[in-house]
């Protein structure tokens, strides 16, 4: 079973290195939008202190939108699922292809946003508040966003339906993390008690997530 | 008598016809009953005057566009356990009466907030999330539209629908957070005077003519969903040729 894990995220990590520009993409694209905004709405840093925590998370669900789309396009056409669908380890494949997507897509976001956030005039204790929140809460959003791109991988419209499903799903966790950083409410609860908050939603989406691309896999084919 | 016999589409499709006449029925009588009682009988509220009268549409509405969320959810579930055809077909039927609901409740609402708060649309918890409920609906049918096998579908959407199920009371309560840190209490749903025993009775009726209609739609939908899916199947020509 390890071992099997450990197969798929070096294949994971393979096919990355060998199509890099797959990989560079999304984090392109985030640092893309993060400049836009400013330029869009107002480059007066009072009122951009105030949008940054929602600008970070808007940029980085964008990023994700474009990505999950080629997730599983590539190994079901090549019939790799078809391969793994019949194996008793695709529990094991699941779970590495959300870790490598994961890995691959949000933690070059998660190292790029502190520099983001600084040219935003943000002061220091917040960007290590939203670099930790992020780094323990985009495993929630991108968990929603691998289980709905399980589900509609093979589809036509696919590009269109994915982000109107997701939309409403990741409500909860948008509000919750830019309500933390909003500048009223920021004292309402300690920073701890929202990290718990946040781990604990990461951990039951997780969960969700490997059951329903599971069997949404071993079903495709 | 055993209760499962019943998941059968065969029998389903037999007695069907019979408790939409039932329901339907049953709904219409409400209705005209309901609209006396709101639009005649009630008294005119001392604060809201008149135009409180269209709550006797929009809270049904409401109501309904929540249970039918619930109810979808829970017929997914029941089918992705026992993998019975007929769940999936009654929760993909309750999707598009419970989009109706949420989009009159959103529609009533907002003709309501104008002369009572002055503005169309505010970003109060109940509004928001009710939007939300909506969207869900909108994903959920968009995405059995774009699938071709039905049975594929039926199985995505069983999960979406559970998803959203477990997410509808989280998005409440999350968006209640928010709005309260927000804007505060400036606005809130009781209107400030205490409800009529005959506003109360009307809503009830109303409530129970807009479940009884929901009911007899939702069937009746389902039924033409199973004659679509059986249509190979022996015993749906053989009754449809016997009643022509």
């Given amino acids: 079973m390890y071992k099997v894990f450990l197969f798929s995220v070096k294949r994971e990590l393979l096919i990355t290195y060998r199509s890099l520009n797959d990989f560079l993409m999304p984090f392109s694209f985030f640092l893309l939008l993060s400049i836009f905004f400013p330029i869009i709405i107002t480059t007066d840093s009072l009122v951009l202190m105030k949008i940054a925590h929602g600008i970070l998370w808007i940029a980085y669900l964008f990023s994700c939108f474009l990505s999950i789309n080629r997730l599983f396009d590539e190994d079901y056409h090549s019939g790799f699922f078809e391969l793994v669908s019949k194996s008793k380890f695709l529990i094991a494949f699941v779970i590495g292809k959300l870790f490598c997507g994961w890995l691959l897509i949000t933690l070059p976001i998660i190292i790029v946003s502190p520099i983001t956030l600084y040219i935003y005039g943000i002061n220091e204790t917040n960007i290590v508040l939203l670099f930790f929140s992020m780094l323990i809460g985009t495993p929630i959003i991108f968990n929603i966003c691998f289980m709905v791109a399980s589900l509609t991988f093979n589809l036509k419209a696919s590009a269109i339906l994915a982000p109107v499903l997701i939309f409403p799903l990741i409500i909860p966790v948008l509000i919750l993390v830019t309500s933390f950083f909003g500048e009223d409410s920021f004292h309402s609860m300690h920073p701890f008690d929202f990290f718990k908050l946040l781990f604990l939603l990461s951990i039951i989406t997780t969960l969700f997530t490997i059951f329903v691309s599971y069997n949404s896999i071993k079903n495709s084919s | ?244």
């Fill in chain 2, 1 to 244: 008598m055993n209760i499962w016999k019943f998941s059968s589409p065969f029998l389903f499709y037999k007695y069907s016809s019979k408790l939409v006449t039932i329901f339907g029925s049953l709904s219409l009588i409400l209705f005209i009953i309901g609209a006396y009682f709101s639009l005649y009988i009630s008294p005119v509220d001392s604060q809201q005057g008149e135009v409180y009268r269209i709550i006797f549409i929009h809270v049904p509405s409401a109501w309904m566009s929540m249970l039918i969320y619930l109810v979808m959810g829970f017929w997914s579930f029941i089918g992705l356990i026992f993998n019975t055809r007929l769940s999936f077909i009654l929760s993909h039927a309750s999707a598009k009466t419970g989009a109706i609901m949420c989009f009159i409740a959103l529609v009533t609402g907002s003709i309501w907030g104008k002369p009572t708060w002055g503005t169309w649309w505010v970003w109060d918890a109940r509004l928001t999330s009710e939007l939300v409920l909506f969207f869900l609906y909108i994903g959920y049918i968009s995405l059995f539209k774009s699938i071709e096998s039905f049975k594929k579908a039926d199985q995505v959407c069983a999960y979406i629908a559970i998803f959203g199920t477990i997410n509808v009371p989280i998005i409440y309560f999350s968006v209640k957070w928010w709005a309260t840190l927000h804007q505060g209490a400036s606005l809130s749903f009781a209107g400030g005077s205490q409800i009529d025993s005959v506003m109360l009775t009307s809503l009830l009726i109303m409530t129970f003519a807009f479940w009884f209609y929901s009911i007899a739609v939702i069937l009746y939908r389902a039924k033409t969903i199973v004659i679509y899916r059986e249509s190979q199947k022996s015993w749906l020509k053989k009754d449809i040729l016997n009643a022509s």
